[in-house]
């Protein structure tokens, strides 16, 4: 079944990720290697060791500075990346918003794990969840092979909306997991993401430009709408990116995915790795003749509340499943999921919240099944349960 | 594979350090040479050099999907029987399927330890033919032999040259064939 042009390898997610950042080649990655870093950039500094990339590894000495250091060479015209996990990213979450907000195209490839405290870094979302208002444009993987497409989608969604774009990958559950995926050619990747084009360079020095500028009381509120749109943008330019990179390796993405959709009546909505339990699970209950679906969440920030209140409009009884938990509020993905709802149907689902996973917590299929089998059975409430 | 079944699993208990590790990403690696799909993982557990720890496999001719470990697996590998004490090793291991254990004691003997198990129990001095061949006693390339000839998961080529793909730059020729050969010792061991 080889492609031409493709090459099958046995990788975890995390050497899948540097896999893609091989073929394309950053030209700086600041990196902070310490716990709770992710296996993506020992493999990228292997890489650069055994002299496989001209990347330029800056070492800094924390994650803010990691960032930070990726601002500064984004700005000054360079392909700037980096990778972050769990408390890493909230180190650096004061410099999140900066990005987004000088319109830097930065990729940061995640694996999502808890936050402290107590100390937990295991798989869940919670990590990803605490960033997701900072402007950052936010792609969830379920297997290997999505977190390695998801990497170089990404960059190309960056440089094209200028915008940063945060592919996410569940910690250990993908990262650590080896699967058997497929190897574009490293020419096909190359031509793919193409160079970057830069409209405003820092180094620029026959065009001086002001990067971060003071913004008061009388222009602040406009650059947020700007950004907002540029967000907006972003699920256009998603859609587009997504169907060229279907021509060059035959594999699909969508903002989101469905699966036995058409005719279900019970319905779970995920994001991430579990998508994929989930996926068994469905089928192990439609050989029952039970008429469930799932769908799966891709494209989470921005959100596609439009076209996923679209595909639920048919839905009777929906169970939104969490990774993550937002103490005094319900999780993340079921408030979307409402919002979706609310305003593209009149008609009112029968909706449950489930958290699952957090620190790593195992979700076996039993499990899942349990949430058709409430959904079944009309054990339908506005509480948010627990998968524990 | 010989149980013919769409999913294959294997669950690796060892104590860190031992290679369960290298172990089941070597048959994963293999299996995908063949053109099967794998999800090769560990129990995420802190990884503390002679703390129990497992490793789970799942090899299929389709593509696999379902991220949970695994549970009720097909065969078993034990590389360190001091781990029976506290792990059910036996867990959900039918009369059917394998358990594979890292013994100088006789199968018979090791069954009072696992004696809920039905199925068949393979005891290989994997230390002891590993020092032999190798000089050193790591037990896991002698216990992926004995897999491989009693699951036929994949075949005994696809893992020596997986492993000289791998091992072959980074521990040399000399090493790379003395491993080679352990692993053919436990395929033949039986």
Redesign the interface.
Known sequence: ?QKNNTK???LTGGYAVAEAWRQIQPDVMAVYPITPQTTIIETYAKMKADGLVATEIVQVESEHSAMSATIGACAAGARAVTASSSQGILYMAETLPVVSGLGLPIVMSVSSRALSAPLNI??EHGDVMAVRDLGWVQIFA??VQDAYDDTIIALKLAEEINAPVMPIM?G???S?????IEILDDEVVKKFVGERKVQQSLTDFENPTTFGTLALQNTFFEFKIDQEKVMQKAKAAYKKICGEFFKISGRKYEMFETYHLEDATSVIVIMG??G??A??VVDKLRQQGKKVGLLSVKLFRPFPYEEIGQALSHISRIAVLDRAISFGAYPPLYQDIVSSLYHSSSRKPDLASYIYGLG?R????KDIEKVFQDLEDGEIDNKVKYLV | MKLNKDTFEIIFFARGGQGAKTAS?LV??G???E????????F?GPERSGAPTKMFLRISGKK??????V?DPDAVVVMDETVIGSQDVSKNLDQHEVLIINSKREGEEIRKDVPHFKGKIYAVDANGIASRITGASNPNMVLVGQLIKVTEVISLESAAEVFRGVFLEKIGKDLTEKNIQAMEAGYDEL
Not at chain 1, 362 to 365: G, R, Y
């Open positions: 079944m099958i390898r046995a295991h798989g379920e297997q569940d250990f559950h993908t650590h997991t080896t699967e058997r790795a579990t994929g339990t996926k068994d790593g195992d979700t076996m299929q | 990403e994963a690696h299996a995908v040479a053109g099967k799909f794998v999800k090769a993982f560990p995420f696999l999907r379902t991220q949970e470990p549970t």
